[in-house]
């Protein structure tokens, strides 16, 4: 099992940044890929940045050049640097987290047999708004 727990949201006006961050615990050596998407009220959730295990990332188009996505593996925690933050941005930011099937080779290392077929896991979710 992994938990996932974000912080960092809150109120920002246009143009400002906010830096959230997503600690992840339990079986981390599992975990391959983490995003993060966002839920605005009366709309789907989205992706809104992705980065693999070996630092590969991709944005949606529309946070493009604003935000960036990053981790920090020995700590097992997730990022998203926010910047010229705009009045759509405005969601409820979920961290997701992929974990790999075992017998999979990560970064040299084979999946344990704990990490089963590979899940989908998210956070509770933290509330970004940002005032026009």
């Known amino acids: 099992q992994v938990q996932l727990v974000e912080s960092g949201g809150g109120l920002v006006q246009a143009g400002g940044s906010l830096r959230l961050s997503c600690a992840a615990s339990?079986?981390?050596?599992?975990?391959?890929?983490m995003g993060w998407y966002r839920q605005a009220p009366g709309k789907v959730r989205e992706l809104v940045a992705r980065?693999?295990?070996?630092?590969?990332?991709n944005y949606a188009d529309s946070v493009k050049g604003r935000f960036t996505i990053s981790r920090d593996n020995a700590k097992n925690e997730l990022y998203l640097q926010m910047a010229s933050l705009k009045f759509e941005d405005t969601a409820v930011y979920f961290c997701?987290?992929?974990?790999?099937?075992?017998?999979?080779?990560?970064?040299?290392?084979?999946?344990?047999?704990?990490?089963?077929?590979?899940?989908?896991?998210w956070g509770q979710g933290t509330q970004v708004t940002v005032s026009s």
């Open positions: 997701h987290a992929a974990t790999a099937p075992a017998g999979t080779i990560m970064n040299g290392d084979i999946i344990p047999d704990r990490c089963g077929f590979g899940m989908d896991y």
């Open positions: 339990g079986d981390t050596i599992c975990i391959s890929a």
């Open positions: 980065i693999t295990s070996e630092g590969s990332t």
